[in-house]
């Protein structure tokens, strides 16, 4: 990766099953004009391309990273035992626990290895966590989230006058 210049955020998937999933999160991002990485990379399969990745990725610029991974969910602190830049967990739903042993497994990480976790499933506030934390040094990047808040607001609005007027 040599020479490589890192994008503000990096996407991570353990699989490539959990695209759909995790595509909200690259979508948010670059609606509001941060540059991304999307990969599919895995604490258990690939651990040294993984480590590797996250080392190279950092210095060369990345900000955030955002990981998706279900049952045993070890990705985001894969990433976080590599890094001192955020991590932000997405935990994916699989098998008959519906996702619930990820949200543990990407919640309970240990003093030290800090991983931010958003709900199961909830890639698009990953995205959006990780383009706040990136604006407290970027103020235009703050102006585009105060934005796309105001407009989530106004559709709500418009929803509930709809909803009003027709009852």
Not at 2 to 12: E, H, Q
Not at 55 to 66: L, M, N, P
Not at 112 to 125: C, S, Y
Request: a neutral charge.
């Amino acid at each position: 990766m040599s020479g490589r210049t890192g994008s503000d955020v990096a996407v991570l998937m353990g699989s490539k099953s959990d695209l759909e999933i995790m595509k909200p999160a690259a979508q948010v991002c670059r609606k509001l004009g941060l540059s991304v990485d999307v990969r599919v990379l895995s604490a258990h399969r690939t651990p040294e391309q993984t480590a590797a990745y996250v080392r190279d990725t950092a210095k060369a610029g990345t900000k955030v990273f955002i990981c998706g991974a279900g049952g045993a969910a070890h990705l985001a602190g894969a990433v976080a035992a590599h890094t001192t830049h955020p991590v932000i967990g997405v935990p994916i739903a699989s098998g008959s626990l519906q996702g619930m042993d990820a949200l543990l497994s990407t919640a309970m990480m240990p003093p030290g290895i800090p991983v931010a976790t958003v709900a199961i499933g909830g890639a698009e506030n990953a995205g959006l966590l990780a383009a706040q934390i990136i604006a407290l040094g970027d103020s235009a990047l703050a102006k585009a989230v105060a934005a796309e808040r105001e407009a989530r607001l106004q559709k709500v609005l418009e929803a509930d006058a709809e909803v009003r007027d027709k009852w």
